[in-house]
């Protein structure tokens, strides 16, 4: 079952969803879209393991546009260069943060998770051993470009300049705009590749906002001589649903399917 309901009064149009349809107490999985938080890499707090947020709350402040109250978070890389010891940082506004839980707790729903996109497209591609380049866009943002392997996130980066792609025609597509997109991805498989010390690379998986996906893998193909193809979704959602949601609610449920499989 999918539901969409309007930014505006979401709290109470959910409230009054479950309700209705009698949701109460289902395990609820939420992941934050790229534009309400930021993913950072940083050296590790030399701390102990239950003093690492806070100590990552003042490491990060400098690296983030977002000021005032931020709600931090992190998870381990799990690989790195030589002689580095980094880890990933979720930072995001506190308020957003607490906005979002009392909205799923006053509809009575019952929190179980909140992770954001990168990890999501994680559980997505969840059971390929083999590493495999990610590439998706949600309407008007950065690219996110992820290489995952075996279910976890080995690289990840926004590529910036792409949010008028999805008005481009085939034609102008094949003009360089994908040619340059294709650069900075084969940079991030030389870096997984060589600084990482990991196995190439075969197959690059593309979701983007764009009515022609397919030309988009065509010419990536055609430039990266590998696998290319669009992120396929498994869950049932509707064919009428536009691509964007379609998107983010793969990833969603795509969390709570790896999650309740890890419980059963």
């Not at 609820?28 to 806070?54: C, G, M, N």
């Not at 978070?73 to 260069?81: G, L």
């Not at 010891?85 to 957003?96: G, L």
């Not at 943060?97 to 997505?124: F, P």
Request: hydrophobic residues 40%.
């Amino acid at each position: 079952m999918q539901h969409f309901i309007p930014v505006e009064n979401w709290q109470s149009e959910l409230e009054s969803w479950v309700k209705q349809n009698k949701l109460t107490k289902t395990p609820t999985y939420l992941f934050l879209s790229t534009d309400h938080y930021e993913l950072v890499q940083v050296d590790k707090p030399t701390v102990a393991d239950e003093e690492i947020a806070q100590a990552l709350r003042w490491s990060v402040q400098d690296l983030v546009a977002l000021e005032g109250d931020l709600a931090v978070d992190y998870f381990e890389v799990p690989a790195q260069p030589t002689g580095a010891n980094k880890i990933n940082v979720v930072v995001s506004q506190a308020q957003d943060i607490k906005n979002l839980s009392e909205g799923i707790v006053n509809s009575e729903l019952t929190l179980r998770q909140i992770s954001v996109a990168e990890l999501a497209a994680c559980d997505l591609l969840y059971g390929q051993e083999e590493p495999c380049v990610s590439i998706t866009q949600e309407a008007g943002q950065d690219v996110c470009l992820s290489i995952v392997k075996d279910g976890q996130l080995y690289f990840s980066r926004r590529l910036r300049g792409y949010d008028n792609i999805k008005s481009f025609s085939p034609d102008e597509l094949r003009m360089g705009s994908i040619d340059n997109l294709t650069l900075e991805v084969q940079r991030s498989m030389d870096y997984f590749e060589s600084q990482l010390r990991q196995a190439a690379i075969r197959k690059i998986v593309v979701s983007m906002e764009s009515p022609h996906l397919n030309v988009i893998c065509d010419i990536m193909r055609e430039l990266t001589l590998i696998d290319v193809e669009p992120l396929a979704y498994t869950f049932g959602v509707d064919d009428s649903i536009p691509v964007k949601d379609v998107f983010h609610c793969s990833l969603a449920a795509a969390t709570a399917n790896q999650l309740i499989e890890g419980e059963v």
